[in-house]
């Protein structure tokens, strides 16, 4: 089995937007009424959510006349956020078929069919032509694809010139042997991580200009802690979060993960780079 193939399966779930739907009737709302802040605490798999999405977001100076790209979309939730809030036309493209077909239906059900397009693909080889979008990003992607190089190279191909480019991903800060599962990976089959130095230098090989880098290490941490004291105030998870993704593996991917961090072994970082003019 190849590794995009694990990698899909890894993410797929079943009876995902059954289990959506659900999560809908116990919020008191129905699809009639739905918003995309209702839809956001499952359709932003990444550490921090929505907050962390405006975050990268306001650093990359996107218009909106700018066609906007999403690689690696999960349910699309970034694609939806920016068609909605900066009225741009984004569209996804991600490995898992489940989550494509379940995020054009969040799509129609928010009422962004017609400025959201979902597709399934890999990022390593996009059904797109050259230099026809204007901005893209990328959040939590990069831990599953071993050939980054590829990657960066695909995304600078389809871009404009003077296009920025957002990554926001788990990297490695140092060597040493990590817990798993973690929300990317199952076990160390399917992890791909790699340092920061490593994106930069393929991010600069595929010809990107290197224009800022941040850790996001203790945003992470407080954001890990914030949740679990929301749930535990509650008395267990609201109805519409990311254990509708993880299901029963939820609690140990998510502890994983902050011990990771706070070992100093991983961290979310943001790097924004330039497609020259």
């Not at 990297?171 to 042997?177: A, F, N, Q, V």
């Not at 992470?220 to 609201?238: C, I, S, Y």
Request: proline share 3%; hydrophobic share 40%.
């Amino acid at each position: 089995m190849s590794c995009e193939k694990r990698v899909a399966e890894h993410y797929a779930h079943g009876s995902l937007l059954g289990d959506i739907r659900v999560a809908i009737t116990k919020m008191g709302k129905t699809v009639e009424n739905l918003t995309l802040e209702d839809l956001a605490a499952v359709d932003e798999f990444h550490i921090g959510g929505r907050v962390a999405t405006d975050h990268l977001l306001d650093q990359l100076n996107f218009s909106e006349t700018n066609a906007i790209i999403d690689v690696g979309c999960g349910l699309g939730g970034a694609s939806r956020h920016i068609a909605g809030k900066y009225h741009n036309r984004v569209t996804g493209i991600d490995l898992t078929q489940e989550y494509i077909e379940v995020g054009n239906v969040l799509c129609s059900w928010v009422g962004l069919a017609k400025q959201v397009d979902l597709f399934q693909g890999s990022a390593l080889s996009m059904p797109f032509e050259d230099r026809v979008f204007d901005g893209a990003i990328m959040l939590h992607v990069g831990m599953n694809i071993e050939d980054k190089h590829t990657l960066f190279s695909e995304v600078y191909r389809i871009l404009s010139a003077g296009a920025y480019f957002g990554v926001y991903d788990v990297m490695r800060l140092k060597d040493g042997e990590l817990r798993y599962p973690v929300p990317w990976a199952s076990d160390i089959s399917t992890s791909r991580l790699a340092s920061i130095n490593h994106y930069k230098r393929a991010l600069s090989h595929a010809g990107f200009e290197l224009f800022f880098e941040n850790s996001r290490r203790e945003f992470a941490l407080e954001f890990f802690n914030q949740m679990q004291a929301k749930t535990r105030a509650a008395g267990g998870p609201p109805p519409m979060g990311l254990h509708l993704l993880m299901q029963e593996s939820t609690s140990a991917k998510f502890n994983n993960l902050v011990e990771n961090i706070k070992a100093d072994l991983v961290a979310p970082v943001e790097i924004i780079v330039r497609k020259p003019e």
